[in-house]
């Protein structure tokens, strides 16, 4: 009976090796992560005699390829949440806390025999799997990026043409673009427009939509022309300022088309997973949180129950008991993933703003009634959508015929 507990880091893993008793087997050493490291862990861990088990910290993405050799060499492997580490005590001392990659890899070996009947396997993500978990945090990266982009070309326009982006409210298209910003494109300045006459501009306007291919409203461009009217830019228009406008605009472009390109690539690679059908059909969950959800959920089968998804969301509720006293109300543990819990208030803000006839929807609707504050109703919500979803996903996939 081997407890192998690995501390890992980005180029390197700490290991200590210890049996029941405290027996340490092997004391804690580094191994770099290169092949030659992996394959003279993998001949320790070979020499072992007795059942081995080895457990590490499920931190960042670091732990990954390491779990991944790992498994494919046909050891149990375990990946633990970190918080659950961090609070393992075992046989340490609660008064002197030492904090090195040796200790922490000792440590680990400790809460492996300790736990060692309710350890959970490591499953190897498929390939698809995980370029679609890559994908969506790509998609999170850029979108957060065309955020910036587009205050930051309305912080320039307010000094150029102000208010210019509250003209249309057209979706954006597929390529990304967007009429405000292909407007601002050519009318970067509001002497662009209203420099001339208000029949020249309607009918400079009308070709403009015709060669973008937007929609001709004779009204708008009347009221786009009057309101330039009234408008006091603070810059001048000169080359400088277009200048700086137009890089602006190239960079919102290129994000915009970048994210909706991520989008619809995610789209079409969950599409190949197994529960793609039944989590698209769930109320609030389209073509860009659906993905976003298998994404960061991955598979359910990993879970053991209901309360092990809302657990790795953090989006259980907590308890705080003590004695005769129980705390009615406490706040969601938040000890899960950031980015599925983004995820699922997306999903809860969809339901909140189209009304379905949902489950999920009427029972945030029945709480925010009782007036229960804004962040109460959206987490129970969320708790509730991920137990639907846990249920749903898992009974089809019981259906599935198993692969040899």
Known sequence: MNAVGIDVSKRKSTIAVLRPGGEVVVKPFDVPHRSTGFQSLTELINSLDGETRIVMECTGRYYEPVARQLSQAGFFVSAVNPQIIHNFQGQDNPLRRVKTDKADSVKIARYTLDCWANLKQYNLMDELRTQLKT?????????KHKTAMKNNLIGLIDQTHPGANTYFDSPAREDGSQKWVDFLDTYWHVDCGRKMSLNAFTDRYQKWCGRKKFNFSKSKAEEIYRTAKELIPVLPKDNFTKRIVKQAIQQLNAASQTVEQLRSLMNETASKLPEYSVVMAMKGVG?????QLMAEIGDVARFTHKGAITAFAGVDPGVNDSGDYSQKSVHASKHGSPVLRKTLFQV????????????????MDKKRTQGKPYYVYMTAGANKFLRIYYGRVKEYLATLPTSD
Not at 135 to 143: E, G, H, K, L, P
Not at 287 to 291: F, I, Q, R, T
């Open 287 to 291: 073509p860009s949180l659906g993905p």
């Open 348 to 363: 809860m803000d969809v339901l909140i703003k189209t009304k379905p006839d949902d489950a999920v929807y009427l029972f």
């Open 135 to 143: 994908m969506n945090r790509q998609f999170d990266f850029y979108m």
